[in-house]
């Protein structure tokens, strides 16, 4: 059973709980976005595997997960990025942002204190189906013109991280 870290207002660690019933509950709890880049300046997208256990089927950011009770958020990010997408990139955290939404769909609620990594990567990508469905690069007209005119095709998180950090391709 995978457990998340259960965080207090300022992000202190108050304890752990299993991660689906975190989500059930709605508890805040520690995370990580990864926002990856490639030379052209895209950035990498990829659409939640329809088997995901919310907000299944929806394009997001590079990469996202939670730390482990007891694992650096930093370490987590780069353990999850080989886990998932099969490749390594020098990251760096640019914010920490809170946030909480509910996906009718799944019945669960994503409430967070989400630490946003930046990273480039040109590597090629090898993606563990069981996470994702699709990954492509955009370029940030394309995917202001998306957004604009498909908001829904998108998870909540990720359109809420573009509007309130200043996501650059690491330079």
């Not at 304890?15 to 976005?33: C, D, Q, T, V």
């Not at 997408?85 to 994503?110: H, M, N, Q, W």
Request: hydrophobic share 40%; aromatic share 10%; proline share 6%.
């Amino acid at each position: 059973m995978e457990q998340v870290i259960l965080v207090n207002a300022r992000g202190e660690a108050i304890g752990s709980m299993e991660k689906i019933e975190a989500h059930r509950k709605g508890l805040l709890h520690r995370a990580f976005s990864i926002f990856l880049f490639n030379r052209q300046g895209e950035m990498l997208l990829q659409r939640r595997a329809p088997s995901k256990y919310h907000f299944a089927g929806l394009w997001s950011n590079a990469c996202c997960s939670h730390p482990r009770p007891g694992e650096n958020t930093a370490e987590a990010a780069e353990r999850r990025l080989r886990e998932e997408l099969g490749v390594e990139a020098e990251l760096k955290e640019i914010a920490v942002i809170r946030y909480c939404f509910f996906d009718p769909s799944s019945g669960l609620t994503e409430h967070e204190m989400d630490h946003v990594f930046v990273g480039f990567c040109d590597a090629p990508l090898s993606p563990d189906p069981q996470q994702t469905d699709a990954l492509r690069w955009v370029s940030a007209r394309e995917l202001s013109k998306e957004m604009q005119s498909n908001p829904s095709c998108f998870t909540p998180w990720f359109r809420f991280i573009l509007e309130n950090v200043s996501v650059q391709p690491a330079g």
